[in-house]
């Protein structure tokens, strides 16, 4: 009888505990879709922001870097823009993200002139934070900004303390990531959006409008 109470304790316990995990998943994960995709309802801007990531250890395009560049440059030839503003330094290895992703975009056939290599940033609050200072040298007021699925509620948490008008446009994945590649990558994301709601963002002068 003692032994059947136990285990019965034991199962309501556990169930509990699973219950209560789920809890946990589905907030964090409501959480972090709840989070703003834009905070305008413009069809064009001044310019696309590609934010970088980094290239393979030969400086070739990454996966996602490929993507999100060519997404970029997609949304270029659609009219979105008509300037495209590549952003990352050397933050993994010693190529440059900016200059890595500009090539390509070139390539792809965006004019030279329409592309803007921003290549101070290692991280992606550089990113918006070199970016938007390039903007504001032009006089420019507006950008859809484009990076991984996964990567741009991150990305919409930083742009709220910039004054720009401004929408996020997701890079397809990259064909060879799979599904479980995928949802780590969300996981790992979800996380950092938690945090960032619950704690803000660390003091930073990259910040210049914290709210």
């Not at 907030?27 to 069809?43: D, E, M, Q």
């Not at 933050?91 to 803007?116: C, D, R, T, W, Y």
């Not at 959006?193 to 803000?200: E, I």
């Amino acid at each position: 009888m003692a032994y059947n109470a136990i285990m019965k304790t034991l199962r309501r316990l556990l169930t509990i505990g699973l219950a209560l995990v789920i809890l946990a998943i589905a907030g964090a994960a409501f959480l972090y879709r709840s989070i703003p995709t834009h905070n305008t309802n413009l069809t064009h801007f001044d310019a696309i922001i590609v934010l970088g990531t980094p290239a393979n250890a030969d400086g070739t395009p990454s996966p996602e870097q490929r993507e999100r560049t060519l997404e970029g440059v997609r949304e270029f030839k659609a009219g979105v823009a008509p300037h495209v503003i590549l952003t990352g330094g050397p933050a993994h290895n010693k190529f440059v993200e900016a200059h890595v992703m500009a090539e390509l975009a070139v390539a792809q056939g965006v004019p030279p002139s329409a592309v803007i290599e921003e290549d101070q940033a290692q991280n992606t609050v550089q990113n918006i934070f070199y970016s938007s200072r390039i903007m504001a040298a032009h006089q420019w007021t507006s950008a859809e900004v484009v990076s991984s699925p996964s990567h741009l509620p991150r990305t919409a948490l930083i742009l709220e303390h910039f004054p720009l008008a401004w929408r996020t446009d997701a890079a397809p994945w990259p064909p060879n990531y799979g599904l479980w590649e995928r949802a780590a990558r969300f996981g790992v994301e979800t996380q950092y959006c938690v945090k960032l709601r619950m704690y803000g963002f660390p003091r930073t002068p990259f910040l210049p409008h914290p709210q």
